[in-house]
């Protein structure tokens, strides 16, 4: 389950919604409806956490998580 924040907002020069992780640089994806740019959103978030693994790049925490028994 993602536990980051999602912003959607619709583009009207593309005509899509646009689904953006604002703690995850850059992260963003696209969908005719929201349902569906939430979808691509999240697996965009899994592919930008593993590529910043792969390549030794810090994964910001989701703001206001705790880790349990904090």
Not at 19 to 28: D, H, I, R, S, V
Request: net charge negative.
């Amino acid at each position: 389950m993602n536990k980051y924040r999602i912003v959607i907002n619709w583009s009207h020069e593309d005509s899509v919604f646009i689904a953006e992780a604002p703690e995850l640089p850059g992260c963003m994806a696209h969908g005719n409806s929201q349902q569906a740019a939430l979808a691509e959103i999240d697996q965009a978030i899994a592919l930008w956490i593993e590529t910043a693994r792969e390549f030794g790049d810090p994964v910001p925490e989701p703001i206001g998580y705790a880790p349990a028994g904090d």
